[in-house]
């Protein structure tokens, strides 16, 4: 209940965090968020605005009041129909939410990760090899976007055939969060195939045996899921599982690169991989931010937010806030404690995919660590727009061989 005596103003900002310049550099625009007060209002799109952690994890633990039924985009479902059938992870509320999270949770343990382990290490070294041996090449095209495509592909059992289609697939669920905008429209345009192709590559027989899409579908034969959620929840895992590990790997790659004293300390001890790459995920965040809509009036700090109301959780910001990150939140640091982070959200819709990720970028980053002593950039990077992705579209870089 919200108790009106305490009613505050509310700060109202004209920002629009889908401005292209806004999306590839954020920072600024976060902090003044932050800065103006535990919620604001971003009158452009007539929505409210946590930017500070403490808000951010508030909203993200409490899925009755913040609801993620109504879409986690700017859409509300209720008022617009969704451009595909909605998630019946990311976009639905327990109890349905809860039914089809449990057998899909079994299938991403940590455990079930690390029997990737050995296929995904062998292909992170072989990538890195030829890397190294080439001396220059593309953060992005030549390593954050082959990997993740090759590994994690073929552990759901894609069909080789049309994998190219992945990237643009995804980069047309995550802009389509966003406004009606020119990104949404790029992203849209010439959309047919693709949406085709990923629609087939959902269903049972195209699936390769023993991997995640085929054991979903075993959920259905044990009356878990439905023959109807099966496409859909198979969906789920190419449509979250690919951008985003893409981003992070090229975020990773550019924090490392713009800070070489952090790189040496990598080189000299490899088993910082896991933690380099932690600290990536808080200060370039992958995913900046996703809607909720309320389900009822709610105070926060002092402020009134009505009912059905359309709330953004900037991750990205929260991620970098000194209150709950203190005066070096900025700042890219191998050693730091990056746990508390939401770069993976929290809660009930809390990443299933973060383990397998996170093995992502502990071995691609180690085994780059085991093989060159430097990494630099040799040209300034190319951000890649997109309405909710923080990412890089190239990134030249240079590495000397060098073990450790
Ligand atoms: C670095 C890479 C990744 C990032 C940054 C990321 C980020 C996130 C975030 C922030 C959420 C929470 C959404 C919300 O609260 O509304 C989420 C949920 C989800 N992620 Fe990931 N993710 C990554 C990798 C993956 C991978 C590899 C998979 C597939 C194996 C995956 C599958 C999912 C699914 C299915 C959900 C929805 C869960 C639910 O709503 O219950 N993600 N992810």
């Not at 633990?61 to 109504?70: I, Q």
């Not at 345009?189 to 991997?211: F, K, N, Y």
């Not at 975020?251 to 690169?257: G, I, M, S, V």
């Not at 900046?288 to 105070?299: N, Y």
Request: negative net charge; proline residues 8%.
């Amino acid at each position: 209940m919200v108790d009106s005596a305490r009613v505050i103003d509310v700060p109202v900002l004209d920002d629009d965090p889908f401005d292209p310049a806004v999306l590839v550099d954020p920072y600024a625009f976060y902090e003044r968020m932050r800065e103006a007060g535990p919620v604001v209002f971003l009158e452009r799109y007539g929505v409210w605005a946590f930017a500070r952690h403490t808000e951010v994890a508030e909203a993200l633990g409490d899925w009755e009041t913040y609801s993620s039924a109504a879409g986690v985009g700017l859409a509300d479902f209720r008022k617009e129909a969704p451009w595909r059938p909605p998630s019946l992870l990311l976009e639905a509320d327990p109890p349905g939410h809860s039914v089809v999270r449990k057998p899909m949770l079994h299938l991403m343990t940590p455990k079930v990760a690390e029997t990737l382990r050995p296929a995904f290490s062998a292909a992170a070294e072989e990538l890195v090899d030829t890397l190294v041996n080439r001396g220059e090449f593309d953060g992005v095209t030549d390593l954050a976007e082959v990997y993740p495509i090759h590994v994690f592909a073929d552990a759901i059992g894609l069909p080789e055939d049309g994998r190219h289609h992945l990237l643009p697939y995804a980069t047309m669920t995550f802009n389509a969060f966003g406004p009606a905008n020119a990104l949404r429209d790029e992203a849209f345009a010439g959309s047919e195939p693709v949406i085709e192709w990923a629609t087939a590559a959902c269903q049972r027989d195209a699936l390769s045996p023993g991997g995640f899409g085929a054991q979903i579908w075993e959920a259905v034969d044990r009356d878990e899921i439905t023959a109807e959620e099966a496409p859909l929840l198979v969906r789920s895992l190419l449509a979250a599982g690919l951008d985003t590990t893409v981003g992070a790997l090229g975020n990773a790659l550019f924090c490392l690169a713009t800070n070489p004293d952090q790189y040496e300390l990598l080189h000299a001890d490899p088993k910082l991989a896991k933690p380099a790459f932690e600290e990536a995920m808080r200060l370039e965040s992958p995913i900046q931010a996703f809607f909720r809509t309320t389900s009822r009036p709610v105070e926060v700090g002092g402020a009134e937010i009505p009912a059905d109301a359309k709330v953004i959780l900037f991750f990205g910001s929260a991620n970098r806030d000194p209150l709950r990150w203190g005066e070096h939140a900025d700042r890219y640091d191998v050693h730091h404690r990056a746990a508390g982070h939401v770069a993976f959200g929290a809660g009930v819709h809390v990443c299933i995919g973060q383990f397998i990720a996170r093995l992502e970028g502990e071995l691609v980053l180690s085994a780059l660590a085991r093989r060159a002593a430097t990494l630099r950039l040799t040209d300034d990077p190319v951000p890649k727009p997109n309405n909710t992705l923080k990412a890089f579209r190239h990134l030249p870089l240079r590495i000397t061989a060098g073990g450790t």
